[in-house]
């Protein structure tokens, strides 16, 4: 090997000497090359589905809201129910905790509410203002009109009142009481007149609701009289019947008259005893005033014996003369008739007094802002309608994306 190095270093040839390798230098692994991103089928699908469920919708309602709808003008109202009571109760007391608290609003505010959206109520200021012929002033034709926020004057009642539901606006609050009141009409002294119909209309179902609680507060009082009088009647016809019937008018005072006579034949007897006692010590047996004082004190005993028999007190007292049996059928009758004028006197009373009630406990309507007359169109809304849509219609856009592609990666 050292030959072989002599021979190669003598035939003139340098070496190479050897470098090390540095790492960047180092060979680098090739990788694919990346493609450009181009439109894909999907892509031009979700993009067409942006179009036809955002754009188009969009771009329809702002035409449609900016050069077809009708302004339409509102007129608001606020309006409570007061009552005008004469003092203050238990229930009135819990009444206006529950309004100071916020928890119930009041029944008479429901019962109006309930009213404002019947079929009935609309139907009558309907009659009154002819409500299809002002809520369909723009028309219902593609070509001249406003077929969306206008009303079909064909329309039936059931539609007319769902129309109401659009256009009539009424809200309460549970805390005060208060009711408010918005009314839209393509016109501004339609929307007036028909706040100031609703108004009238509210103030007559509330001075019907005061009738109908008087006449019944007043009927209840009036029944309750009268079942006090039939029983007094009653009661008093058993009286006189007893009366006619023994020929008594006061047991009670033919009972004391009674036991007058019996103490005084009593007395008597006890005289005649004594007198009877003082001639046996002093005369013959058969002396006849002797015979004629026995006789005297047996016929006062018998005497005795009777009365106290017709008065029921003696023994096996019994039949039609018994006084003490009269003096008790007496004082029940005389109990039941006291009873039934006591009642009769309750009742005039509670008369008297749901009638002072009824007419202090009266409800009427307080009209705190009376409806006002529009100058300017404010409905319908319409960047909050186009912002609705929009909002609307990209969710449902998405959502039909994520749906899409969540079922092309499952296969």
């Known amino acids: ?129 002819d409500l299809r012929a002002l809520w369909s002033r723009p028309g219902t034709s593609w070509a001249t009109g406003d077929p969306v926020f206008a009303f079909d004057p064909s329309g039936t009642i059931e539609d007319l009142a769902d129309y109401w539901a659009r256009m009539v606006r009424v809200s309460s609050d549970a805390g005060s009481g208060l009711v408010m009141l918005r009314v839209l009409a393509f016109r501004p002294e339609d929307a007036t007149a028909i706040a100031r119909e609703i108004l009238a209309r509210s103030e007559v179902a509330i001075n019907a609701l005061n009738a ?44 004391q008259a009674q036991s007058g006579l019996i103490g005084s034949l009593e007395e008597q007897l ?52 018994d006084l003490a049996a009269l003096v008790g059928d007496y004082e029940r009758l005389q109990v039941d008739a006291e009873f039934a004028r006591e009642s009769w006197l309750a009742a005039m009373a509670a008369g008297d007094a749901a009638r002072a009630g009824a007419a202090r406990q009266s409800r009427y309507l307080v009209a705190h802002v009376p409806p006002g007359m529009a100058e300017s169109a404010r409905y319908p809304a319409r960047l909050m309608i186009v912002g609705l849509v929009a909002l609307f219609s990209m969710l449902a856009w998405a959502i039909l994306v994520l749906v899409a592609w969540s079922l092309r990666d499952r296969r």
């Open 1 to 129: 090997m050292a030959a072989d190095s002599g021979k190669r270093g003598g035939s003139g040839a340098a070496p190479v000497p050897i470098r090390p390798v540095s790492p960047a230098a180092a060979p680098v692994a090739l990788r694919p090359p990346v493609r450009r991103a181009r439109m894909r089928r999907r892509h031009w699908l979700a993009l067409l589905g942006l179009v036809l469920l955002v754009v188009v919708p969009v771009g329809a309602s702002i035409w449609y809201l900016w050069t077809r709808a009708a302004d339409q003008y509102a007129s608001e109202a606020a309006f409570s129910v007061r009552h005008e009571e004469g003092g203050a109760t238990a229930a009135g007391l819990l009444g206006g905790l529950a309004q100071l608290t916020g928890s119930a609003p009041s029944p008479d505010v429901e019962i109006l509410w309930q009213l404002l959206h019947s079929q009935d109520f609309v139907a009558g200021i309907d009659a009154a203002l």
């Open 212 to 255: 109908a609680a008087r006449a019944d507060a007043l009927r209840h009082a009036d029944d309750d009289l009268a079942l006090a009088v039939e029983r007094l009647k009653d009661a008093r016809a058993a009286l006189t019947q007893f009366r006619n019937l023994h020929q008594i008018v006061d047991p009670g005072v033919d009972l």
């Open 270 to 321: 006890a005289q005649a005893m004594i007198e009877a006692d003082l001639l046996a010590e002093n005369a013959a047996p058969g002396d006849p005033r002797l015979v004629q004082g026995r006789r005297r004190i047996a016929v006062i005993e018998a005497r005795i014996a009777d009365e106290r028999r017709r008065l029921g007190t003696g023994a096996g007292a019994a039949g039609d003369d």
